[in-house]
């Protein structure tokens, strides 16, 4: 029960909580009338509006949608206009399209096509057929074949009206679904994910298919100076933490220790700005840390810091 550990933790004298991790306790915590001790929570609830206990609570997370508005926002100031959408069909996925298109139009983009593909399947053709509008180019030439009563040699065409595609996809999807892409005619169609396309491991061969790719992640894992430091040393030879597909984790918990004391600063200081191992951090009004990635994209296969 996380209302009881934290007043066992309060009784006991402690200055500061940092966690739970999952949504449903922090939400309790969000509903308690009195919250003493200050608390640092580890993730973020999806509830809008003012918290009770605005002054007490603070929610830090890795938030994927943070993620997707974010890519709009570089995708706007690289010129683009017109975005085609594919993204899992899960929850996940639609909550990623939802809030990178909701930001889009914010922004003054509109979203031509949208739609989804299974994750973990077999069949990425038909849904990237789709969203480049071949499948209608293949029925008319269906049609015209129908109507003449003879065979007829056909070229498919994809749209030509899109300036960029957004894609939400973990690796083992993106690996499938960019070849059919580029076989589908869509090579020179500029693509942005989040950073969940990249595993955080290197791994150049696997990932020669994701080229060009461009997407937002954490200085911890884009920026080379950073990934000399002596914690990522220490980290690396003591639990192998280069090797592990949980390193953005590593990450939050080093920004987590390093935020308690300069909570005051950024609260009180609007222009404040932490440089952090998860990204440069602001603390909002509502009392979310916000963090502004790097950018990166694919160049043979690894992911080069391009800002």
């Known amino acids: 029960d996380i209302v009881e550990t ?19 306790a922090i939400k309790r ?8 001790v200050n608390i640092l929570a580890l993730n973020q609830t999806d509830a809008t509006g003012a918290q009770d206990s605005t002054d007490a609570l603070i929610q830090f997370g890795l938030s994927p949608e943070d993620e997707a508005r974010q890519v709009a926002e570089e995708a706007l100031s690289d ?7 594919i993204t899992p069909e899960t929850a996940w996925g639609e909550r990623i399209a939802t809030a990178f298109t909701q930001r889009w139009i914010e922004l003054g983009g ?17 849904p990237v057929k789709a969203l480049l509008n071949i499948d209608a180019s293949e029925q008319r030439a269906r049609d015209l074949r129908a109507k003449l009563g003879r065979k007829i040699n056909s070229v498919e065409r994809r749209r030509q009206d899109a300036d960029f595609i957004f894609t939400a996809a973990v690796p083992t999807d993106a ?24 595993s955080g491991v290197v791994d150049s061969v696997r990932d020669t298919d994701l080229e060009g790719v461009m997407f937002v992640d954490m200085p911890w894992l884009l920026d080379k100076r950073r990934q000399l430091s002596l914690i990522q040393d220490a980290l690396n030879h003591n639990w192998s933490q280069d090797k592990s597909n949980y390193r953005r984790p590593y990450a939050l918990g080093i920004d987590a220790y390093h935020l308690i004391p300069e909570i ?9 700005v932490m440089s952090g191992e998860t990204g440069d951090l602001i603390i909002t009004s509502d009392n979310i840390v916000e963090r502004k990635l790097y950018r990166g994209q694919f160049v043979e296969g690894k992911p080069v810091l391009l800002n």
């Open 110 to 126: 509109a979203v031509l096509e949208q739609h989804y593909f299974e994750t973990g399947g077999e069949d990425y053709a038909t």
């Open 264 to 272: 005051g600063r950024l609260r009180t200081n609007n222009n404040s």
């Open 6 to 24: 934290y007043q066992k933790a309060v009784a006991e004298g402690v200055d500061y909580v940092v966690g739970p991790l999952e949504k449903e």
């Open 79 to 85: 010129g683009h206009a017109l975005a085609l959408v």
């Open 175 to 198: 690996r499938q679904l960019f070849p059919q892409l580029r076989f589908h005619r869509a090579a020179d169609l500029p693509v942005y994910s989040t950073s969940h396309i990249f």
């Open 29 to 36: 915590l969000r509903e308690q009338a009195e919250l003493p």
